[in-house]
């Protein structure tokens, strides 16, 4: 069975995904933390072109999206699973075993409702996207590693860890920018941001994802007060 050149080469990107995914449990299991963390970031680079190349080569496949979710489980759910567990949850016992083990099979939860789903929200995710939480857990770690903000409460770590798990598997609503209108606005913004994210790149990366997560959690919160405070709910 012949295969076109053209089929290959999203694939080669889905596949070069997994690679640095195992690199980065590799590196973790042997302390090199910060060499971990940066492969998982470069594969989510390599994910993200994946779907790309397809899309502009027109060689989309049943095949590449299957592939893509299973890469997704390596470098976004099992990697940092890992990485966090050698990072921290080694020193916290059975917490940081089964801290890691939930981050890995919620991803992969996520994953899988992901792909049956058929109800879609352009402009929204439902949960928390697993590279998402994946980039969460690594600048976290990037920004320990460079400063020690979290010496002697690491187990806040292991707790925010804990929280982005159930995340991705709740019903939460994530803004998806992938529609994202653009103007001379957004474009002033995203500049200001790309030069602060120079300056320090990954406190401030460490920030916005942060801040990510918040936002779903705060825009959830005020729509599930406002229902709570309908006028046929308190009769």
Sequence with gaps: MKISPMYILPNLFTAGSIFLGVLSIMAASHGLFKM???????????????????????????FGVEFDSLADVVAFGVAPAILLYFY????????????????????????????????????FFIGLPIPSAAVFVVLWVL?????KILL???????????????????NVRYPSFKKMQWNLKSFSVLLILL????????????????????????????LFVKILLKPDNRN
Excluded: Q
């Excluded at 300056?199 to 005020?222: A, D, F, Q, T």
């Design 152 to 170: 002697h409460h690491e187990y806040l770590l292991l707790l925010g860890a804990f929280i982005i798990s159930i995340l991705m598997v709740s």
């Design 36 to 62: 971990a963390c940066w492969f998982i970031l470069v594969s989510m680079v390599l994910d993200g072109l994946d779907g790309r190349v397809a899309r502009l080569t027109n060689t989309s496949s049943k």
């Design 88 to 123: 921290i949850g080694d020193d916290l016992g059975r917490f940081g075993e089964a801290t890691s083990a939930l981050f890995v099979i919620f991803g992969a939860m996520r994953l899988a409702r992901f792909n049956i789903t058929t109800v879609s929200e352009p402009n």
């Design 195 to 222: 030069a602060i994210t120079f300056i320090k790149p990954v406190e401030v990366l460490c920030v916005l994802m942060s801040g990510y997560v918040l936002y779903g959690l705060i825009r959830w919160s005020v």
């Design 143 to 147: 920004v320990d590693l460079e400063h």
